[in-house]
């Protein structure tokens, strides 16, 4: 049987490549932008230098940060995690979900429904081993920022709360 034959074109095992004939960039060796990484670069050292020097007012300033966003921020943050999972599933049931991963014509090495499943129960099976009574726990005595339980009842509602938040539809 030729190699035609057993589905490798005669190419053997070497890998497809997307690079198409006549592409400019193809015969060049990727390159660092200078002014990204600088920006970057001097950013970076410059957070670093200031909780190495000043790692009071780097914590005050980052308390306060926090606690604004917190307060004031948490609105736009249900309202992307909820566009983020609405987006999923617009991409999961629009013609973009037809798209394979892989190469052309190359069928899954598992069905939709099951592969699904795999990393349902990845995620669900880690999540409740690692987390499933500490997190409830964890919140119960340290409620989240910007919560004020008044009594042992309302502190428990909000731990649940936070939990459950955590794993219905907006985990991450």
């Not at 991409?91 to 499943?117: C, M, N």
């Amino acid at each position: 049987m030729s190699q035609d034959e057993q589905g490798t074109g005669g190419r053997g095992d070497l890998p497809v490549t997307a690079d198409l004939p006549g592409d400019p960039t193809q015969d060049r060796q990727p390159t660092t932008d200078r002014v990204v990484f600088g920006v970057t670069a001097v950013l970076t050292l410059a957070f670093v230098t200031w909780g190495a020097a000043a790692t009071g007012s780097l914590e005050d300033v980052s308390s306060k940060m926090l606690n604004g966003l917190i307060h004031n921020g948490g609105w736009a943050f249900m309202l992307v995690a909820s566009g983020f999972v609405v987006f999923a599933l617009w991409l999961a049931v629009s013609r973009y979900g037809k798209i394979s991963l892989g190469q052309d014509g190359e069928e899954p090495e598992f069905h939709t429904v099951s592969w699904v499943a795999m990393m349902f129960s990845a995620g669900m099976g880690i999540g409740l081993m690692f987390y499933g009574v500490s997190e409830p726990l964890a919140h119960f005595t340290s409620p989240p920022p910007g919560t004020h339980p008044f009594d042992a009842a309302d502190a428990m509602q909000t731990a649940m709360a936070t939990t459950l938040f955590h794993w219905t539809l907006h985990r991450s």
